[in-house]
């Protein structure tokens, strides 16, 4: 329940969002994002402290954290473009997807480690302030706003927030390769996120493991997209970034079914395998965030993005739903195998299709001023 206060805002809300991202100051909207997720935290240590929080003030304090990472998230990424050459988004969205695997190797044994020796309220304060190391650099950073503002102080007229709404709508109903994506990616997220879920049931049940095989597994996995991500980094991907995507979608699903197909007790090959899905996930998440990135204009890749967010927040709960039908009618290690066909299949169905392999050619300047105009 805590995790869905946080996640249903973040679907609800994020087009909205998105529309006033391109409206507002960018290094504003992130500075206030985490100023208020970092309120939000100060409040439940104040609880905590006083030894009166209930279950229901962890809930509240979850909603409002999703509400300021409806916020953050698109803002960060759309702020990179404004920032970074294009030749550099695989490299930069690799980055972060080495970041994101450092997290996943460096914070449970460091949040058990705190938990050991500090009080709730004194982890809740280190919270506090990494949130304040985040807003630190931000007071000093120029972000440049996109080209758009220019135009409207030149013309004198603004468009209201449901009239931006309308626009990013249509930019991506009129765009053939890019709903396609959009829609493929979410069906992904709606087979590939059941499927980490699985992973302890899977240890459990299919491979008879304990404990600690489960937490080699998530190890070996967070380390896998170290490297992948590092490799993106340094490499960049192929030229035309559908590639990598489609590359990684391919070998990524043969790993799911790999997984789904491993034999009883055999813990070192599913860690094997469970390294080489954690080394494709950056090439095909950071590939196709830089796609998005490179294709979409920045005046508008704040509602594009949050659509795309808003896209896999409703199909992550669909696929969970019937992933857990699924596992209870056949077991968990079904689900894998389905979930590898899907994605294998996803690689080669975009291959097929002209308007998605050709989609970083679109002139999508001509798109947004046909729409405004």
């Known amino acids: 329940m805590a995790n869905m206060m946080e996640v249903v805002p973040r679907v609800i809300i994020s087009p909205l969002a998105g529309a006033l991202i391109d409206r507002w100051n960018r290094r504003l909207?992130?500075?206030?994002?985490?100023?208020a997720i970092a309120l939000g935290i100060v409040v439940l240590a104040a609880l905590y402290a006083m030894g009166i929080v209930q279950i229901w003030h962890i809930y509240i304090i979850m909603l409002f954290r999703g509400l300021g990472g409806a916020f953050h998230w698109p803002a960060m990424q759309a702020s990179t473009t404004l920032l970074v050459p294009e030749r550099h988004y695989g490299r930069v969205a690799g980055m972060n997807q080495t970041i994101q695997g450092?997290?996943?190797?460096?914070?449970?044994?460091?949040g058990a480690l705190l938990y050991g020796l500090l009080s709730m309220q004194g982890i809740l304060m280190i919270e506090i302030l990494t949130a304040l190391l985040a807003i630190g650099p931000l007071l000093f950073i120029a972000i440049p706003q996109p080209e758009r503002k220019q135009h409207e102080m030149a013309s004198g007229r603004q468009p209201g927030v449901i009239e931006d709404l309308r626009t990013g709508f249509q930019f991506v109903?009129?765009?053939p390769g890019l709903v396609i994506t959009l829609?493929?990616?979410?069906?992904?997220s709606m087979m590939a996120t059941?499927?980490?879920a699985l992973v302890p049931l899977l240890v459990a049940e299919r491979l008879n493991g304990q404990v600690m095989d489960l937490a080699w597994i998530q190890l070996t996995f967070g380390i896998g997209v170290v490297v992948g991500g590092l490799t993106l980094s340094l490499?960049?991907?192929?030229?035309?970034?559908?590639h990598t995507v489609i590359l990684a979608s391919i070998l990524g699903g043969m790993g799911f079914i790999t997984v789904g197909l491993i034999p009883e007790n055999a813990i070192r090959l599913a860690t094997g395998v469970a390294f080489c899905l954690g080394f494709l996930h950056p090439l095909l998440n950071g590939s196709l965030m830089a796609?998005?990135?490179a294709i979409v204009p920045a005046e508008i890749q704040g509602r594009v993005f949050t659509l795309m967010i808003s896209a896999i927040g409703i199909a992550n709960p669909v696929g969970l739903a019937i992933a857990g039908l699924v596992g209870d009618a056949w077991g968990v290690h079904v689900w894998f195998v389905l979930c590898g066909i899907v994605?294998?299949?996803i690689g080669i169905f975009l291959f097929f299709i002209p308007s998605v392999m050709h989609i970083e050619e679109r002139n999508t300047l001509k798109i947004t001023t046909t729409i405004q105009g």
Do not use: C, E, H, N
């Not at 909207?29 to 100023?35: E, H, K, N, W, Y």
């Not at 450092?102 to 460091?110: K, M």
């Not at 829609?183 to 992904?188: E, F, L, M, P, Q």
């Open 291 to 293: 796609m998005f990135q």
């Open 173 to 175: 109903r009129g765009w």
């Open 194 to 196: 059941p499927a980490y």
């Open 235 to 242: 490499w960049g991907g192929f030229k035309r970034r559908i």
């Open 183 to 188: 829609a493929i990616g979410a069906v992904a």
């Open 343 to 345: 994605t294998a299949a």
């Open 29 to 35: 909207v992130l500075i206030l994002s985490d100023a």
């Open 102 to 110: 450092l997290v996943v190797i460096v914070t449970p044994p460091l």
